[in-house]
């Protein structure tokens, strides 16, 4: 019979633990957009030398488990003289992962967009770098809002791989918790519930934006 009373009397430390874990999922999905768009560009290029590298980037990453990636960061990069902290390791890791992932739904984004306005952006007078900024990225992203916001769910629920490098986010309060009082299965289902409700806002917030904008269009 489940029992509740000793993981509940623990829930300020899952909080915590939840609470740490959506710093690491905002940090990852913030710095991975800017590297992700920085690859993006490179993947779109026309140029061979530049889009290589970036399309073997996003295929090798994508092709890599997320706790692949975080250990060898962890593990081998100190072998090559690059020691950091499981913080940053666990950052960096989740960064990497989640800018090929957006790399790879923002050029489907790019793809979108009419060629006719790229060209009208030429005629205007618009330098590249211009026409990506004010006419590329801001379609692309309205074009891409759902699949960025199921990343961001994705990196939510990826961030309980951090625990395997000793970070205290939600998964690892979980098993802490669940050892101390011999019930794992409710202080994981603690666990789940929370993670549940993380990723519901964040669905729930994607939504009413993907609503207002459609609004907007109509009006």
Same mark, same amino acid.
């Given at each position: 019979?489940?029992?509740?009373?000793?993981?509940?009397?623990?829930?300020?430390?899952?909080?915590?633990?939840?609470?740490?874990?959506?710093?690491?999922?905002?940090?990852?999905?913030?710095?991975?957009? #800017?590297?992700?768009?920085?690859?993006?560009?490179?993947?779109?290029?026309?140029?061979?030398?530049?889009?290589?590298?970036?399309?073997?980037?996003?295929?090798?990453?994508?092709?890599?488990?997320?706790?692949?990636?975080?250990?060898?960061?962890?593990?081998?990069?100190?072998?090559?003289?690059?020691? #950091?902290?499981?913080?940053?390791?666990?950052?960096?890791?989740?960064?990497?992962?989640?800018?090929?992932?957006?790399?790879?739904?923002?050029?489907?984004?790019?793809?979108?967009?009419?060629?006719?306005?790229?060209?009208?952006?030429?005629?205007?007078?618009?330098?590249?770098?211009?026409?990506?900024?004010?006419?590329?990225?801001?379609?692309?992203?309205?074009?891409?809002?759902?699949?960025?916001?199921?990343?961001?769910?994705?990196?939510?629920?990826?961030?309980?791989?951090?625990?395997?490098?000793?970070?205290?986010? #939600?998964?690892?309060?979980?098993?802490?918790?669940?050892?101390?009082?011999?019930?794992?299965?409710?202080?994981?289902?603690?666990?789940?519930?929370?993670?549940?409700?993380?990723?519901?806002?964040?669905?729930?917030?994607?939504?009413?934006?993907?609503?207002?904008?459609?609004?907007?269009?109509?009006?």
């Amino acid at each position: 019979m489940l029992d509740f009373s000793g993981a509940w009397n623990e829930f300020p430390l899952f909080l915590q633990g939840a609470w740490t874990s959506v710093l690491y999922a905002v940090g990852c999905l913030f710095f991975g957009f #800017l590297l992700g768009v920085m690859i993006c560009r490179a993947r779109i290029s026309e140029r061979f030398a530049v889009s290589f590298p970036a399309k073997l980037y996003i295929n090798i990453i994508r092709a890599t488990p997320l706790l692949v990636v975080l250990l060898v960061v962890f593990n081998i990069l100190p072998f090559i003289g690059i020691s #950091l902290t499981p913080e940053a390791s666990a950052l960096l890791s989740l960064t990497v992962c989640t800018a090929a992932y957006q790399a790879e739904i923002l050029r489907g984004g790019f793809a979108g967009v009419p060629h006719g306005q790229i060209e009208a952006g030429r005629i205007a007078g618009l330098s590249e770098w211009q026409i990506f900024r004010y006419i590329k990225l801001p379609q692309a992203l309205r074009l891409t809002f759902p699949a960025l916001v199921n990343e961001a769910t994705i990196m939510i629920k990826g961030t309980s791989l951090i625990s395997t490098v000793g970070i205290l986010e #939600l998964t690892r309060v979980a098993q802490n918790v669940g050892n101390s009082y011999f019930r794992p299965l409710e202080a994981l289902l603690i666990a789940a519930a929370l993670y549940w409700v993380m990723t519901t806002i964040v669905t729930l917030a994607g939504d009413l934006l993907i609503s207002r904008y459609a609004r907007e269009r109509l009006s």
